[in-house]
């Protein structure tokens, strides 16, 4: 049923359903306890991108840190942190078997022994040089600074693996997401 209003504002009547963007002033804002519904929010975005000089090998058939490594502080214990990295990956000789996971500070978010991924050459294959990228949403569960690390090993034949080689460049963004 359509309500009356009278003043200076020239609306004779306002409908359920019927007010647009153009009715809106570019001001106004919606208090968020009158939003209905449950959703994330953006509570903030940490990043950072190497120089390109960021080289990282090791011959290790345990998980060992690389330089690749963030930190952020969310603001409460029941927010999300998206996680998003890109770099690149070598296992410089053929047979050897680079696996890699992802650290929240001493702890492996990934599978314990092969982590979240492998990169593999297959004897007289040569070496494989690869794109490396981790999307992962985790629960941190604390207001603590807290570290994410990419960790890397060498599960095949005796050598280096690399991330990354030679001097590419890698990216990583933290997000946290609000309740």
Do not use: W
């Not at 949403?137 to 690390?149: F, G």
Request: contains cysteine.
């Amino acid at each position: 049923m359509p309500t009356l209003i009278s003043g200076s504002t020239g609306v004779n009547k306002i409908t359920d359903g019927t007010i647009v963007n153009a009715d809106i002033n570019a001001s106004a804002a919606i208090a968020g306890s009158k939003i209905s519904g449950s959703f994330g929010k953006v509570l903030q975005v940490v990043t950072y991108t190497n120089s390109g000089n960021d080289y990282f090998g090791t011959s290790s058939s345990s998980f060992v840190a690389t330089n690749l490594t963030l930190s952020i502080t969310p603001s409460a214990t029941s927010s999300k942190v998206l996680v998003l990295l890109s770099t690149a990956a070598s296992n410089e000789s053929a047979g050897r078997r680079l696996c890699y996971t992802l650290y929240r500070g001493s702890t492996n978010l990934g599978q314990s022994s092969d982590g979240m991924g492998l990169i593999l050459s297959q004897a007289g294959s040569g070496y494989i040089r690869t794109p490396l990228a981790i999307s992962m949403l985790d629960s941190p569960s604390t207001t603590s600074s807290t570290s994410y690390t990419l960790y890397i090993k060498n599960e095949g034949s005796s050598g280096t693996v690399e991330c990354p080689p030679t001097t590419m460049k890698q990216h990583m963004t933290l997000i946290e997401i609000g309740a």
